[in-house]
């Protein structure tokens, strides 16, 4: 019974950490580029885009598919990143466990 109580105490210090770690990523923030700088995206450890910031250099009426691909690219790697800060922070609470649908 004693074992029962310190693995009950245990889970619960986990998942007040875990609750912790996931407040915290609201507030950490990871950016990406493409085209060399031309179009930049700000995502949230949420993924919440916060900021897409295109270089007028990049508008050109005459090429939107450029451009659209370009927002894409640099969407799809600021996501990437933001899985990986995700694996990072929340990974640590999963390590070892096999829970189906845990991270």
Partial sequence: MKNMGNMMKQMQKMQKD????QEELKD??????????MVK????GEKRILD???NEEAVDPDDVEMLEDLVLAATNEALTQVDELVQTKMGKFTKGMNIPGLM
């Fill in 18 to 21: 875990m609750a912790k770690a």
């Fill in 28 to 37: 950490e923030t990871v950016e990406a580029t493409a085209g060399g700088g």
């Fill in 41 to 44: 995206v700000i995502i949230n």
């Fill in 52 to 54: 897409v910031q295109i």
